[in-house]
T-cell receptor, first 114, second 109 residues
Framework: TAGITQAPTSQILAAGRSMTLRCTQDMRHNAMYWYRQDLGLGLRLIHYSNTAGTTGKGEVPDGYSVSRANTDDFPLTLASAVPSQTSVYFC?????????????FGPGTRLTVL | GQNIDQPTEMTATEGAIVQINCTYQTSGFNGLFWYQQHAGEAPTFLSYNVLDGLEEKGRFSSFLSRSKGYSYLLLKELQMKDSASYLCAPLDSNYQLIWGAGTKLIIKP
């Protein structure tokens, strides 16, 4: 079982350009999440989805958008990248039947915005 | 506000025992997770505590005191592969994880 995959592994992006980070899970999990991780800070939630067709804003949603057209995929889009969006982005999923379900993480995407 | 405190870095010797502390202040509480994260990799689940007390799982144990807003992760018989960051993350009243910055554990031979 692949679990959660993310693409690309890393990317260098010019400021002002748009980009979509891809996330796919094969565990049939209901809930999915996008986090960013910056040095010296805890993981910060960007957006989440409790089930296909629904999304919600996390702690740091500005400059990002998501969609959840089906159970497996949860892409994260940066419409116009800025240098402060340089970070490591992790996608995660959980069963979603209980609020205390364990979250499982993808390998991450390292994004540099210049 | 919500706040998580963990030591930034700890050093221990192979074969020894180390305790990583975490204090938290959250809006509501629905349990606390510990994750391990090796450098350049994704966080992986270690433990979940919702009731007070000690939960033992092999070489790793996790303790929770809800009244004190305190948890610790105890690692026994340390191995070089235990060199990693350990992330403390309580669940708030909205069932969202509030992540600490993590404790980087360095194991020396």
């Amino acid at each position: 079982t692949a679990g959660i995959t993310q693409a690309p592994t890393s990317q260098i992006l010019a400021a002002g350009r748009s980009m979509t980070l891809r996330c796919t899970q094969d565990m049939r999990h209901n809930a999915m999440y996008w986090y960013r991780q910056d040095l010296g800070l805890g993981l910060r939630l960007i957006h989440y989805s409790n089930t296909a067709g629904t999304t919600g804003k996390g702690e740091v949603p500005d400059g990002y958008s998501v969609s959840r057209a089906n159970t497996d995929d949860f892409p994260l889009t940066l419409a116009s990248a800025v240098p402060s969006q340089t970070s490591v982005y992790f996608c995660a999923s959980s069963d979603g039947t209980s609020g205390t379900d364990t979250q499982y993480f993808g390998p991450g995407t390292r994004l540099t915005v210049l | 506000g919500q706040n998580i405190d963990q030591p930034t870095e700890m050093t221990a010797t192979e074969g020894a025992i180390v305790q990583i502390n975490c204090t938290y202040q959250t809006s509501g509480f629905n349990g606390l997770f510990w994750y391990q994260q090796h450098a350049g990799e994704a966080p992986t689940f270690l433990s979940y505590n919702v009731l007070d007390g000690l939960e033992e799982k092999g070489r790793f144990s996790s303790f929770l005191s809800r009244s004190k807003g305190y948890s610790y992760l105890l690692l026994k018989e340390l191995q070089m592969k235990d060199s990693a960051s350990y992330l403390c993350a309580p669940l708030d009243s909205n069932y969202q994880l509030i992540w600490g910055a993590g404790t980087k554990l360095i194991i020396k031979p």
